[in-house]
């Protein structure tokens, strides 16, 4: 065994260094093997999962728009007026929607949660919206005798509607029922932007789109098709203001009234708001006065120790 041990030790110096090489070769040989097998089999399950979802998708009714019409087009933002933080509603863009809304959209839509004084010192007078309100016929009643009568409104009567009730919308237009305008600005993706790209984006319908008989295509409706059609045109309101009556401007007038309808109390909440901050941060800075004030002393002085002599 010793002498087996010590012949060992005095083999030449290359030939253990072939035999360590042969070990490492052997070593790498192995280890390449089981990563190529490895590999193999990680791209017949790759190949495998995407071959079956490739199957499954092809057998899914794939009803996703390319161009995404079905939920339409996304508005365009605009600068509105009323959406800086310090700004209140434009009160003659409100005056002239009005105007726009009550000779245009009062036809088929209704208004049902804005009163004849909600308009009074916003955007007419008191004595404007009193003669306004008398020039409907509203039923009120009974009577002594338990009749209902009709009456002239007074400024606590809601906007009169255009229809008696949902049927007789829907027999009016062809069964598509007209919305309420009251919160229609808050009840649409997109505020408005979108009743005002809406209202401006009637266009023709590109080659391959086909449009059922009594509808009208605009981009910005979900699905493209839509039962109103284009109701503004130049020239059609003529504002007591002189401003020109383009369909664009009739759009940005109604849409800031739909704006102010959907939310009346946001100028007095932007004012109080103003307020609201002024006093606060005067109070934060009397605060810090007086909180440096009263500390200052305490946090400046220095404490010294004389030691006892």
Not at 180 to 185: A, K, N, T
Not at 197 to 204: H, I, M, N, P, R
Not at 225 to 233: H, K, N, P, S, W
Not at 240 to 250: I, L, R, V
Request: one cysteine or more; charged letters at 20%; proline letters at 7%.
């Amino acid at each position: 065994m010793n002498r087996q041990v010590s012949t060992a030790f005095n083999l030449p110096h290359f030939h253990l260094t072939f035999l360590f090489l042969s070990a490492l070769q052997a070593r790498f040989a192995s280890t390449k093997a089981q990563a190529s097998q490895n590999s193999k089999q990680i791209a017949a399950v790759t190949t495998g999962i995407v071959g079956t979802a490739a199957l499954a998708y092809s057998l899914v009714d794939n009803t996703v728009s390319a161009n995404m019409a079905d939920e339409g087009l996304h508005p365009p933002a605009h600068p509105w007026y009323h959406k800086s933080p310090i700004h209140t509603f434009d009160h003659a863009a409100v005056r002239r929607g009005y105007q726009v809304y009550r000779e245009v959209c009062s036809a088929c839509h209704s208004l049902d949660r804005i009163a004849w004084r909600n308009l009074i010192d916003v955007s007419h007078s008191e004595d404007e919206v009193k003669a306004m309100a008398e020039e409907v016929e509203y039923e009120d009643g009974p009577d002594d005798e338990g009749e209902m009568f009709q009456r002239p409104g007074k400024p606590s009567d809601y906007m009169p509607k255009p229809y008696p009730n949902e049927e007789a919308a829907r027999a009016g237009n062809a069964g598509a029922l007209p919305p309420d305008l009251s919160l229609i600005i808050k009840a649409r993706h997109g505020g408005a932007d979108y009743v005002f790209a809406l209202l401006t984006g009637y266009v023709d319908a590109p080659a391959g789109v086909e449009v059922r008989e009594g509808l009208n295509y605009n981009p910005y409706f979900p699905g493209g098709a839509i039962a109103m059609a284009r109701v503004l045109f130049d020239g059609l309101v003529e504002y007591e203001d002189g401003t020109p009556a383009t369909s664009s401007q009739m759009a940005r007038d109604v849409t800031t009234f739909l704006a102010w309808a959907a939310e009346p109390e946001h100028d007095d909440r932007k004012k109080m708001g103003m307020k609201a901050t002024i006093i606060l941060s005067t109070l934060t800075l009397l605060t810090v006065y007086i909180k440096r004030f009263k500390w200052a002393p305490l946090k400046t002085r220095k404490i010294i120790y004389n030691p006892p002599k």
